[in-house]
């Protein structure tokens, strides 16, 4: 991200920059601190439209807005709270006299490998991450996570050779690195976690087939003549088609409804 020269100003505009968010009536302005510069902001943003609001421009640091992508990781301290905060700006509400700054990126080493040929041993996670093995299990990386996963209880389940427990107790992850932000360790706990979901989804979960299926009917150029037949549509075409569509039904019972047109089922 970059800052403009947007002066810091004491009222409150109704209209944000940014996400053009419409403020509240009455929204008061708050002081919260950016990279150790104080600047008053609507009390309703979240840290991410507060920094926009305050003339920052995301360049880095920002993807889905919407808490998915992982883009925006952010450490915060209160004043006069000894405590670290960790959160995500797009989803976080600012708070008068919060110290920030944005982490948008943090250096974490991930393994190379081929999902094809590694195998869906626990062996194999511990070649490629030898240092889940310095985890001293002090939970700060549990902390950390703004997404509330159990980061300690993953890497220990990945220690104990267990990849379904730590696939499936790291599906929240978004690959912030906060995590890595914090151990001691040294390790980067989510590219581990991420390989252990892969090594899980192609070794250890049966395989399913009704995607196979579908994926060869496509590369088969099963829906080749409809995807041209819309591609050659008009815009006024392609809404009477999208209005007309077939549409289940709300509370059907699972698996009873079909569409008349079955040809690309
Ligand atoms: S911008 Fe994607 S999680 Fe915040």
New binding site residues.
């Given amino acids: 991200m970059c800052e403009t020269n947007q002066k810091t100003t004491k009222t409150t505009p109704r209209v944000a920059t940014g996400d053009r968010a419409i403020l509240p009536e009455g929204a008061k302005a708050i002081p919260v601190y950016i990279m150790g510069k104080m600047y008053e902001v609507p009390e309703t943003l979240t840290i991410?439209k507060a920094m926009e609001f305050a003339g920052f421009k995301f360049l880095r640091g920002?993807?889905?807005?919407?808490?998915?992508?992982?883009?925006?990781p952010t450490v915060y301290r209160m004043a006069g709270d000894y405590k670290l905060h960790f959160g995500?700006?797009?989803?976080t509400v600012v708070a008068a006299d919060m110290y920030l700054a944005q982490i948008p990126f943090y250096p974490a080493n991930r393994a190379g490998f081929n999902i094809e040929v590694i195998g869906g041993l626990p062996e194999a996670i511990h070649a490629l991450y030898p240092e889940l093995f310095r985890c001293v299990a002090c939970n700060q990386c549990t902390k950390a996570c703004p997404m509330d996963v159990d980061v300690l209880g993953y890497i220990s389940a990945l220690k104990q050779g267990n990849i379904e427990r730590a696939a499936r107790l790291s599906f929240d992850c978004?690959q912030c690195g906060l995590c890595a932000s914090r151990c001691m360790g040294e390790i980067p706990q989510y590219h581990a976690a991420q390989l252990a979901r892969r090594v899980f989804g192609k070794y250890i979960l049966p395989q399913a087939e009704h995607l196979k299926a579908r994926v060869a009917a496509i590369e088969g150029g099963k829906y080749e003549t409809m995807l041209n037949d819309l591609s050659a549509m008009s815009k006024e075409e392609l809404e009477k088609r999208y209005v007309e569509r077939e549409r289940e039904p709300d509370f059907t019972e699972r698996g009873s409804w079909q569409p008349k047109e079955t040809r690309y089922l």
């Fill in positions: 991410m920002a993807g889905c807005r919407g808490g998915i992508c992982g883009a925006c995500l700006a797009c989803q978004i």
